[in-house]
């Protein structure tokens, strides 16, 4: 553990989605961001405009080489591809930083069995950082599971419907081996299922996985088969969680959570929105019985949530329903040994979260049979996993190469000219800013 009164100095690593770690560290009372990594220049320009603005420096890198080898870095936030974290994340930590990884945790089974052991050889912190569990009204639902007052859970849900079709070309370029156009229907799981597993800390013991049927004229004509994905988990108590997600149609998204216990539910409003001025009513109902059974009384508000009552900790990142502050926050405490470092999310919980969706696709192409998911805490578990590579990135998979949907009718490549005109709409939309 570093010291407690020491600033970290961090990196991160991905411009795009990593901005919002990047503003987070600008304003951190206990870091300072000290440098920023992404081949895409435009992102480092904003980057050191911003840094200019603030009237500090923030060393600007477009090669992972040169970035890790920053003079005193303390930690690095991986914001880089989905599906490349495992390989850079133990680069980091072989290095001797701490890593703050996005989503998702691993790709492969055989990743996530080679990122939890560098992780205990290497002692450094791993978080996770899975947003999604700290939402106004997740986060609120978190904190109330563990106080005891809800008692056991028995069924959740989780919900996760975004419809990313009008902004594919932002989300990929173009690029036809772009990670988010091999997406199978359970992969992108953790923001649905997460946050229930962070809430209960249950484990999961063995899930069953569907993919919907094709939206017509939907993301396929955009490149990629973009189907939702279901995962109905049972946990190491017996409880079922069913978690959904992906690009039905909605406007605004919808982000839900419903938990049963021994003593009543915890729900969220379902229209409940990423985008606060959008989200229509209260966000959190609470039913608990009382002395008599089946009489209970509701609760319905609005959490402000939040570990941070007292203003501390106000740092004007309100994204994400209030939640992204708190990954970075929290896993900057869990290496100063400070108090709210024990909302962090550790290595063994972020891989419980990513490997339900990666054995759900499994479940999926043999035909929705249950699948046993490894305690991969457990050493003797993690043999059977070692060298387990199918995923749907070939350079990876080799001759394990997963198709990305189950449906015949979705593998036929599009062509060339789809992901021309989609990198045409892009290009326009980059000239425009
Ligand atoms: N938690 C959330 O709410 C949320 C939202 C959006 C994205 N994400 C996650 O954030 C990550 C990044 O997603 P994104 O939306 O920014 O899109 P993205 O994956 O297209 O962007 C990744 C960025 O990293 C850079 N990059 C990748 N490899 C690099 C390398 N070797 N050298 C230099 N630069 C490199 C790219 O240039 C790009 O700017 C993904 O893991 C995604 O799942 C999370």
Same mark, same amino acid.
């Given at each position: 553990m570093e010291a407690k009164n020491k600033r970290l100095k961090i990196g991160v690593f991905?411009? &795009?989605?990593g901005y919002t770690m990047i503003q987070v560290l600008f304003s951190h009372?206990? &870091?300072?961001?000290v440098a920023v990594c992404d081949k895409y220049e435009p992102l480092l320009d904003k980057v050191k405009e911003k840094a200019k603005e603030l009237g500090t420096e923030v060393a600007c890198y477009n090669n992972f080489e040169d970035f890790l080898n920053h003079p005193e870095l303390d930690a690095v936030v991986l914001a880089n591809y989905a599906t490349e974290h495992v390989p850079f994340a133990i680069r980091c930590m072989k290095a001797g930083k701490h890593v703050l990884s996005e989503v998702l945790p691993c790709e492969t089974m055989a990743e996530a069995v080679e990122l939890i052991e560098a992780v205990e050889e290497t002692g450094m912190v791993y978080a996770y950082a899975e947003n999604y569990c700290y939402m106004q009204h997740s986060f609120e639902m978190w904190q109330r599971y563990q106080s005891g007052e809800m008692g056991e859970a028995h069924y959740g849900e989780g919900e996760y419907i975004h419809d990313c079709s009008s902004i594919w070309p932002r989300c990929t370029y173009g690029d036809r081996n772009h990670w988010r156009n091999r997406l199978y229907a359970t992969f992108y799981c953790t923001h649905s299922l997460g946050p229930l597993i962070a809430m209960t800390g249950l484990r999961p013991k063995s899930v069953v996985g569907f993919e919907t049927n094709p939206i017509k004229g939907g993301l396929l004509a955009k490149g990629t088969a973009g189907l939702a994905g279901i995962e109905m988990v049972t946990m190491e108590n017996g409880a079922v969680f069913k978690s959904i997600h992906g690009g039905l149609k909605r406007e605004p998204g919808s982000i839900n959570y419903q938990l049963y216990c021994d003593k009543g539910v915890m729900e969220s409003g379902r229209h409940f929105s990423r985008h606060p001025e959008r989200s229509v009513g209260n966000c959190l109902y609470v039913y608990k019985e009382g002395e008599e059974l089946c009489k209970g009384d509701w609760e319905k508000y609005d959490p402000d949530c939040q570990i941070a009552r007292d203003g501390?900790?106000?740092?004007?990142?309100?994204?994400h329903a209030g939640s992204d502050f708190y990954p970075t926050h929290c896993f900057i405490e869990k290496i100063l040994g400070g108090?709210?470092?024990?909302?962090s999310i550790d290595v063994y919980q972020a891989v419980d979260m990513g490997i339900c969706g990666i054995l759900a696709w499994r479940s999926v192409l043999n035909g929705n049979t249950p699948m046993a998911v490894p305690n991969l805490r457990n050493q003797e578990e993690r043999d059977a996993w070692r060298n387990d590579r199918a995923c749907t990135t070939p350079e990876k998979a080799g001759d394990e190469l997963l198709p990305i949907s189950s449906h015949e009718e979705l593998l036929v490549d599009p062509g060339d000219e789809v992901y021309e005109e989609i990198r045409r709409l892009w290009l326009a939309g980059e000239k425009q800013k």
């Amino acid at each position: 553990m570093e010291a407690k009164n020491k600033r970290l100095k961090i990196g991160v690593f991905g411009g &795009a989605r990593g901005y919002t770690m990047i503003q987070v560290l600008f304003s951190h009372d206990k &870091a300072d961001l000290v440098a920023v990594c992404d081949k895409y220049e435009p992102l480092l320009d904003k980057v050191k405009e911003k840094a200019k603005e603030l009237g500090t420096e923030v060393a600007c890198y477009n090669n992972f080489e040169d970035f890790l080898n920053h003079p005193e870095l303390d930690a690095v936030v991986l914001a880089n591809y989905a599906t490349e974290h495992v390989p850079f994340a133990i680069r980091c930590m072989k290095a001797g930083k701490h890593v703050l990884s996005e989503v998702l945790p691993c790709e492969t089974m055989a990743e996530a069995v080679e990122l939890i052991e560098a992780v205990e050889e290497t002692g450094m912190v791993y978080a996770y950082a899975e947003n999604y569990c700290y939402m106004q009204h997740s986060f609120e639902m978190w904190q109330r599971y563990q106080s005891g007052e809800m008692g056991e859970a028995h069924y959740g849900e989780g919900e996760y419907i975004h419809d990313c079709s009008s902004i594919w070309p932002r989300c990929t370029y173009g690029d036809r081996n772009h990670w988010r156009n091999r997406l199978y229907a359970t992969f992108y799981c953790t923001h649905s299922l997460g946050p229930l597993i962070a809430m209960t800390g249950l484990r999961p013991k063995s899930v069953v996985g569907f993919e919907t049927n094709p939206i017509k004229g939907g993301l396929l004509a955009k490149g990629t088969a973009g189907l939702a994905g279901i995962e109905m988990v049972t946990m190491e108590n017996g409880a079922v969680f069913k978690s959904i997600h992906g690009g039905l149609k909605r406007e605004p998204g919808s982000i839900n959570y419903q938990l049963y216990c021994d003593k009543g539910v915890m729900e969220s409003g379902r229209h409940f929105s990423r985008h606060p001025e959008r989200s229509v009513g209260n966000c959190l109902y609470v039913y608990k019985e009382g002395e008599e059974l089946c009489k209970g009384d509701w609760e319905k508000y609005d959490p402000d949530c939040q570990i941070a009552r007292d203003g501390r900790l106000k740092s004007g990142i309100e994204s994400h329903a209030g939640s992204d502050f708190y990954p970075t926050h929290c896993f900057i405490e869990k290496i100063l040994g400070g108090e709210d470092g024990k909302w962090s999310i550790d290595v063994y919980q972020a891989v419980d979260m990513g490997i339900c969706g990666i054995l759900a696709w499994r479940s999926v192409l043999n035909g929705n049979t249950p699948m046993a998911v490894p305690n991969l805490r457990n050493q003797e578990e993690r043999d059977a996993w070692r060298n387990d590579r199918a995923c749907t990135t070939p350079e990876k998979a080799g001759d394990e190469l997963l198709p990305i949907s189950s449906h015949e009718e979705l593998l036929v490549d599009p062509g060339d000219e789809v992901y021309e005109e989609i990198r045409r709409l892009w290009l326009a939309g980059e000239k425009q800013k």
